[in-house]
């Protein structure tokens, strides 16, 4: 929905007579310098669908003032642009001149539309020959909005909903200003792996480099990724390095400002800092505090002054307070969700995120294959029950290594994947939505049905091949419901096919599959007749192993991807020893 008004010199004019007319606390600029200002501004929402050819020239007189003949300000800057012959843009968003910010708390005069709209064309245009991505409008526009806000304030917090492209965006960002020093970007451990094989894909130019410790040596070009425990441990070394940028993704995990992984983070030496999350604030608004002073410092330097003036008021029920607070981090919080950006959103999106492994995951591993290796691969019928035995063992030290010594006393902590999938589960509990997750084992269903009660008191269903026909209807029946439970944990094959389950839009695929199609099945329980909201597909990869080959090959569209498990099992088996060791075994990094 827009809010549409006119712009009447310096002030806010009235609203033109469209749609349901409401006074909403909106920030507009006020007086000669354009200072932002909280006022009750009388708004009309409309669907934009309804502003079709010619509508822009009714809102030139808005019938809520007949005297007025002339069009506001905000309008004729609009209209200057669209007859603009240089303009080398050919689509320009409907009613831009009244757009609503991320959150739904300001509106924009045309210059500063136009300003905008700009910014974002030219992003794309000088991305274009080394970004290897096709940004969505959206995408660029969140670019354009982290340069200008590293240059305005030295840093910003890029809060979009998950599934959005918050890595391709930053990675944009970082690519804009590779040639002006080394840069960082701090995540959790799981996901080292995955920041660098992203830089890799989106931006080819740049150098991703995985720092563990030890020796640092960056230049312009280098992007550093490593772990908040390595910020936490060998904060000293990194801070020697002048940073270009420093960029913190799943930046909750800075939280609490009195922990020393948050202390590190702002002793950093960075001319920008990045901090990216879906969940800036998870329990209370000082947590957003620690975020907003760690990339602002200069507008949000004193917790007692924010406790004072916005958390303790808002706790107390202050609309003022609140309304003060949505002005004061506008300039630096960019939050968007699926719904604001759904006309540019495909039905479906998909991440594929790489997880490390844990050091016991990565020990055990090679044990398993080693010992295969020396055991033999047999031949004929013999061999592929061998290989399949291997395969088996491989992908479940990838799930979690308990699955394999039978030790699963302690989950947390000890699979890359495991934590990254809770890490994933936590946001979608934190944003109220439904989740499902797919893997191929019963074992590790069971422990991921433990795992999301034991750490989010989840009581989560399992759906899978020893469960009746009449206990599958209602757990079907159940989760659809508007109070069903927030997981539904399912076996691939078991419920890949013949379910709707719509209630949920985001999927998780914990394990690979050889074939494609059987997880793009599974996929489809939730992309159905009756959806209503973009789909967000994440599979989990364990970096290094067999399940990053089985990814290459769908990558690849291998011929390997069309056979269903046994027939993949057969094909694996038919391999002569070393170039099934070549892909079984785990691909160390330099």
């Known amino acids: 929905m827009f809010a549409l008004w006119t712009w009447t010199e310096s002030t806010p004019g009235p609203a033109p007579a469209l749609g349901e007319h409401e006074t909403l606390p909106l920030v507009v600029p006020v007086g000669p310098d354009g200072a932002l200002e909280v006022a009750?501004?009388?708004c009309a929402l409309v669907d934009p669908a309804a502003l079709a050819a010619g509508a822009a020239e009714a809102l030139a007189t808005p019938e809520s003032d007949p005297a007025s003949t002339e069009p506001g300000a905000s309008l004729l800057a609009w209209r200057a642009e669209v007859r603009n012959p240089e303009a080398d843009y050919p689509v320009l968003p409907i009613a831009a001149h009244a757009v609503p910010d991320a959150v739904a708390t300001s509106i924009l005069s045309g210059t500063e539309a136009v300003r905008i709209l700009r910014r974002t064309c030219s992003v794309e245009r000088e991305l274009a020959p080394t970004l290897q991505a096709e940004l969505r409008p959206y995408q660029a526009?969140?670019?354009g909005w982290l340069r200008d806000r590293a240059e305005a304030h030295g840093g910003a917090v890029l809060a979009d909903e998950m599934g959005l492209g918050k890595t391709v965006q930053t990675i944009g960002f970082l690519l804009g200003r590779a040639e002006e020093g080394p840069q960082l970007v701090v995540c959790p451990t799981s996901l080292v792996g995955n920041w660098g094989h992203e830089i890799g894909r989106f931006a080819p130019g740049l150098r991703a480099i995985a720092w563990r410790g030890g020796e640092l040596a960056a230049g312009p070009g280098d992007v550093v990724v490593t772990g908040y425990p390595m910020l936490r441990l060998h904060g000293a070394a990194l801070r020697r390095t002048p940073w270009a940028?420093?960029?913190f993704d799943e930046a909750q995990a800075l939280k609490n400002p009195r922990t020393l992984v948050a202390e590190?983070?702002?002793?950093?030496?960075?001319?920008?800092?990045?901090?990216?999350?879906g969940t800036p604030v998870e329990n209370h608004l000082e947590e957003l505090w620690s975020l907003l002073n760690l990339v602002a410092p200069r507008l949000f330097g004193h917790r007692t002054q924010f406790r004072r003036r916005?958390?303790?008021p808002i706790h107390e029920g202050s609309a003022p307070a609140a309304a003060r607070l949505r002005a004061a981090i506008e300039p630096v919080l960019l939050a968007r969700k699926k719904s604001q950006v759904a006309a540019t959103l495909p039905p479906k999106i998909h991440t594929d995120l790489l997880c490390d492994l844990t050091a016991e995951q990565e020990k055990l591993y090679d044990q398993l294959l080693g010992r295969a290796i020396d055991d033999g691969f047999g031949s004929g019928i013999e061999r592929q029950g061998r290989v399949l035995a291997a395969l088996t063992a491989l992908k479940q030290v990838c799930n979690h290594p308990g699955l394999i010594t039978g030790d699963l006393t302690e989950l947390l902590g000890r699979s890359g994947k495991l934590d990254l999938c809770a890490d994933i589960v936590a946001t979608n509990l934190e944003t109220q939505s439904p989740t499902l997750i797919f893997t191929q084992y019963r074992q590790t269903g069971d422990l991921l049905v433990r795992h999301l009660a034991e750490q989010f008191g989840v009581r989560a269903p399992f759906f899978h091949g020893g469960v009746n026909q009449s206990e599958r209807a209602a757990l079907v029946?159940?989760?659809q419901a508007e109070d069903g439970p927030p997981v539904l944990v399912l076996s691939l094959r078991a419920a890949g096919t013949g379910l709707t389950l719509t209630r949920a839009a985001d999927v998780i695929h914990f394990d690979r599959w050889w074939n494609p199609a059987v997880e793009a099945q599974a996929s489809d329980r939730v992309h159905r007749i009756g959806q209503t909201r973009t789909v967000s597909i994440t599979t989990l990869t364990s970096a290094?192993?067999?399940?990053?080959?089985i990814a290459g090959m769908h990558d690849r569209k291998s011929a390997l991807t069309d056979l269903g498990d046994a027939e993949g099992i057969a094909a694996?088996?038919?391999?002569?020893d070393d170039e099934l060791i070549e892909i079984l075994r785990r691909k160390r990094e330099n």
């Open 477 to 479: 029946s159940g989760f």
């Open 40 to 42: 009750e501004i009388d």
């Open 264 to 277: 590190a983070a702002r002793a950093l030496d960075a001319r920008a800092k990045i901090a990216l999350t």
């Open 245 to 247: 940028t420093a960029v």
């Open 310 to 312: 916005f958390a303790r």
């Open 141 to 143: 526009r969140g670019i």
């Open 572 to 576: 694996l088996a038919r391999l002569d």
């Open 544 to 549: 290094t192993t067999v399940e990053e080959h």
